[in-house]
């Protein structure tokens, strides 16, 4: 009686052992798979004001610096660093580049634009301790 309540446990051992394991790997595949998603809205904005260089149908180089359409499969810490560049910036004014300004002025981004751009950058800082 007691052995075999012994071996009974043994087995939920290897059986809850086995399912912490498996939530573990499951949890490291999700963090590859996915990435920080761009909200729709700040979507938009990246779509009328930047995609046109950074998007599928850019150019070389500034594809090769930033590319949406790549975006996903950046991973996070690629990705918080890269909004944080595009804060800064868009913030400056040095993106969209001069050239585009002039030929293009309503791909500028407006100071509400800006703001939203950066509040979304600011809650994808990778946090300290995951560092
Ligand atoms: C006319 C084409 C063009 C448009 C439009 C454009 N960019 Fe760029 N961007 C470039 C080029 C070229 C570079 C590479 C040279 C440089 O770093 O200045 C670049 C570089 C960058 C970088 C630096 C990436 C890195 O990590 O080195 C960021 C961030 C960026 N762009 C963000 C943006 C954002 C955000 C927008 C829209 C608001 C935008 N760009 C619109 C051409 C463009």
């Keep these: ?13 290897a059986v809850i052992t086995g399912f912490m394991v498996n939530i573990r790997i499951a949890s490291a595949q999700g963090e590859k798979e996915q990435p920080y998603p761009i909200p729709d809205d700040i979507n938009n904005i990246f779509k009328n004001s ?10 070389r180089f500034p594809k090769s610096r930033l590319n949406f359409s790549r975006w996903a499969s950046y991973g996070k810490a690629k990705e918080a660093e890269k909004a944080s560049a595009i804060c800064s910036r868009v913030s400056k004014g040095t993106m969209p580049p001069k050239i ?24 994808i800082k990778p946090k300290k301790a995951e560092k």
């Design 1 to 13: 009686m007691k052995k075999s309540f012994h071996s009974f446990g043994l087995l939920w051992l």
């Design 50 to 59: 930047c995609m046109s260089c950074h998007g599928s149908e850019g150019g």
């Design 100 to 123: 585009a300004r002039d030929s293009n002025p309503e791909s500028i981004p407006t100071k509400e634009q800006i703001d939203l751009i950066c509040k979304w950058a600011e809650t």
